[in-house]
């Protein structure tokens, strides 16, 4: 696949993506930034050092809204002013998102209009709510997880929502590296679905 829809998430092995209590001002929740020590080696020759620069060398963004907004909305510009696609259930009156980002309400029209931003390089997916939703539509193509090796007990799971339906994985890749294990992983589709 040329520009696949990859969501790149930092989780704890029990499944948390921030501690308890995410909200404006601690954004990560209670100790959630325990699941980012391995950015620490982003600018390294080393396994988080090439994942960090595979996934500044995306050509789009699908966020949540509850992840753009907790991230201040980027400010309008998430990295090298890539388009970013706002998947929301509404969108209110007069708020215009600032810079390159745009608010989509249709999960399928993201992904299409997100894809076609990106050209033919991949585009990055952040949030749990957004995930879930390109997964439920059939439309992530990989997950980029980097697995840290801590238990948080509570906060913000990553897949809590996505329903009764099995959905099978691929392992295509696995990276080691201080304090994080980078898995890549592949929506397995049930041959004919693209």
Do not use: K
Request: aromatic share 6%; hydrophobic share 35%.
């Amino acid at each position: 696949m040329n520009n696949p829809i990859r969501l790149y998430m930092s989780m704890s092995l029990d499944g948390y993506i921030a501690g308890p209590d995410d909200r404006p001002g601690q954004e990560l929740g209670r100790d959630g930034g325990r699941l980012f020590n391995w950015l620490d080696d982003r600018e390294s020759d080393g396994p988080s050092g090439q994942v960090y620069r595979e996934a500044l060398a995306t050509g789009a963004v699908i966020s949540g809204r509850r992840t753009f907004e907790l991230a201040r909305r980027w400010q309008g510009d998430h990295h090298d002013g890539v388009p970013i696609f706002v998947l929301t259930q509404q969108v209110d009156d007069g708020d215009v998102p600032p810079g390159h980002a745009r608010f989509v309400t249709d999960v399928e029209d993201c992904a299409r209009q997100a894809r076609a931003a990106a050209g033919d390089r991949p585009v990055m997916v952040h949030g749990a709510g957004a995930a879930q939703a390109l997964l439920r539509a059939g439309q992530l193509d990989e997950m980029e997880i980097h697995l840290v090796p801590v238990l948080l007990g509570s906060g913000r799971r990553l897949f809590d929502h996505l329903g009764s339906a099995h959905i099978e994985l691929d392992l295509v890749r696995r990276l080691e590296d201080r304090d994080v294990t980078h898995l890549r992983y592949r929506v397995h589709r049930p041959e004919g679905d693209a």
